[in-house]
């Protein structure tokens, strides 16, 4: 890895299949150790079920109010400053109640990759 400044491109945002919009602060290959990226849930959305294989997540909230669901930990609200840590294949969720768009940087090692999701919600 190089030393590196990352604009920010809020034009790059995309919504993902999962429930929520998606804009990648960083993830490439020059720097496999770890992806960032900005998610936003709508209020009123809940993310669908899901996992990731071989990568640990963690949750850093930044602004609005949510319902978490981690493993078999029991719900709970986050709020900003909460950091959510999710071990690999672990089964997770994020519900947006509140009335303001629920943001929070996930932060991926190694970094994300789209083979590591698995919808839980699409299995038999």
């Not at 609005?64 to 669901?69: D, K």
Request: aromatic share 6%; proline share 8%; net charge negative.
């Amino acid at each position: 890895m190089n030393a590196t400044i990352k604009p920010i491109c809020p034009d790059g945002e995309y919504y993902f299949t999962e429930g929520c919009h998606i804009l990648e602060l960083s993830n490439s290959a020059s720097d496999p150790e770890v992806s960032i990226a900005r998610a936003r849930v709508t209020p009123g959305i809940t993310t669908r079920w899901h996992c990731l294989k071989d990568t640990v997540e963690r949750y850093v909230i930044v602004s609005g109010e949510g319902i978490v669901e981690v493993g078999d930990l029991p719900a709970q609200t986050v709020r900003p400053g909460d950091t959510v840590l999710i071990p690999a294949l672990c089964r997770q969720r994020i519900a947006n109640e509140g009335d303001e768009d629920l943001v929070f940087l996930a932060i991926c090692s190694p970094r994300f990759q789209p083979d590591n999701y698995h919808d839980l919600e699409s299995c038999p």
